[in-house]
């Protein structure tokens, strides 16, 4: 009887319960935004971006912010941009304590991402399909979006107005002659 129950506990020791144990992705799962500090930060010392001016650099990361999102699910990881969205299936490749490989296929293509989790809340992702967008660093969160699902974006930046016309004279009663 002492044999069966340690045997038991054997078992469930080394075995546990698939319903509470934790897969590979889930510190990953969850919805994420741009941190435009860190990404600028980033960016900023790049030194392969193609586009080295820091205002330049500033508004390109403040737009991608207000019109990009990452979703990772326990099956499927989609990537929001403004009115598009491409959903990708996954394949763990390769884990590690606070970063995953995983190969990615769209209908249009396929990569293999890394995803790191950084401080146990920033998300970075580096792709074999992208060359100047691994710079983005991620947080928990969601863009502000319209009732139709459309990102929230700011009125354009203000233009100088036009200059007011120049009056045309107009004749007036007194010279018709």
């Known amino acids: 009887m002492i044999k069966i129950v340690i045997l038991s506990l054997v078992v469930l020791i080394g075995h546990p319960d698939p319903a509470t144990s934790e897969s590979a992705i889930d510190p990953f799962v969850g919805t994420w935004r741009i941190n435009v500090e860190r990404s600028y ?9 193609p586009e080295q001016n820091p205002n330049a650099l500033r508004q390109h990361v403040e737009l ?5 999102e990452l979703t990772v699910s326990d099956s499927l990881i989609a990537f929001s941009r403004g009115r598009f969205t491409v959903e990708m299936s996954y394949e763990i490749r390769e884990q590690e304590e606070n970063s ?6 769209s209908e249009t293509s396929s990569a293999t991402w890394q995803i790191t989790l950084e ?19 991620y947080e928990r969160g969601s863009i502000p979006r319209t009732e139709d699902g459309l990102p929230v974006m700011p009125p354009p930046p203000g233009r100088r107005p036009a200059p007011a016309p120049t009056p045309t004279p107009q004749p007036s009663p007194d010279d018709s002659n």
């Open 41 to 49: 930060a980033l960016g900023l010392a790049d030194e392969n971006l």
């Open 100 to 105: 995953i490989t995983v190969d990615v296929v």
């Open 64 to 68: 991608r912010a207000r019109i990009c």
């Open 119 to 137: 401080e146990g809340r920033y998300l970075r992702l580096l792709s074999t399909a992208t060359r100047f967008d691994d710079f983005y660093v």
